[in-house]
């Protein structure tokens, strides 16, 4: 009978890998869009300010079971990831 | 106008944002009833089978723009963290 649960959960967990795996690449496309216009206004890709909003926010929004700090550094990896995608897009229009 | 472009981005993002905390803290939980019944059942908290097999899942799904190797790169920051959280019940409970 456990070993039923045990599976429904690691069920569960592969749905909600699926979702973030989705979610995940979601955001990666609107960083690209907004790493393209900023490209085009000769802003800078990177703003520390806004990053530190996003992070307010999801802490503020932040019902557990993780921890802030968690959250912090699982996002910070996520918006890091985010940033390598569009220096890897400016060096591809470099080479073209 | 471009510059609305860019806000209407960000509201996006700040909404995918919020809808990733929601579904990392979901699976947190998930991995909370796991280690539960795992402990229970004297079963190892730690499965690197399992996790490969996440992992290779996510990877067959992955339509990018991230790259397999940020994908894989993200979720294991987010296996860790579960498993701390499991670690840290597990500290708890001695202490009961």
Known sequence: MKF?????LRER?????LQLLELVNLR???VKQIGQIK??????????????QMLDQL?????????????EHIFKEIFKAGLELIEDD?????LV
Chains 1, 2 share one sequence.
């Open 90 to 94: 400016d060096r591809k229009e470099l």
């Open 28 to 30: 990666a496309a609107i």
């Open 59 to 71: 802490i503020k929004f932040n019902n557990g079971p993780f921890e802030n700090s968690t959250i």
């Open 39 to 52: 490209n085009k206004q000769g802003m800078n890709r990177f703003d520390p300010v806004r990053e530190r």
């Open 13 to 17: 967990l592969d749905d909600v890998n």
């Open 4 to 8: 039923n649960e045990l599976d429904q």
